[in-house]
């Protein structure tokens, strides 16, 4: 948290960019910024991708990695 949102702002901007790709986690960094530009929270965020079967994590596939490696856009 950095500032607050105030009462009455309509829309924010979340941004998320990858900050690195492991074997089976995605790390990212998240900013919610608000209209005037000022970034009012910033998040870092692990997820470990999960077999929905074996309920173990399982690796990222060729398709998910090159999508997170895509360059970032607007």
Not at 20 to 36: K, W
Request: glycine share 4%.
């Amino acid at each position: 948290y950095r500032v607050e949102i105030p009462i009455g702002v309509d829309h924010v901007v979340v941004r998320v960019r990858t900050l690195e790709l492991g074997n089976s986690s995605i790390r990212l960094s998240e900013e919610i910024v608000r209209p005037d530009g000022e970034v009012s929270a910033v998040l870092v965020s692990v997820s470990v991708l999960r077999d929905e079967d074996t309920r173990r994590s399982r690796p990222l596939t060729d398709v998910e990695r090159s999508a997170l490696e895509a360059p970032e856009r607007d």
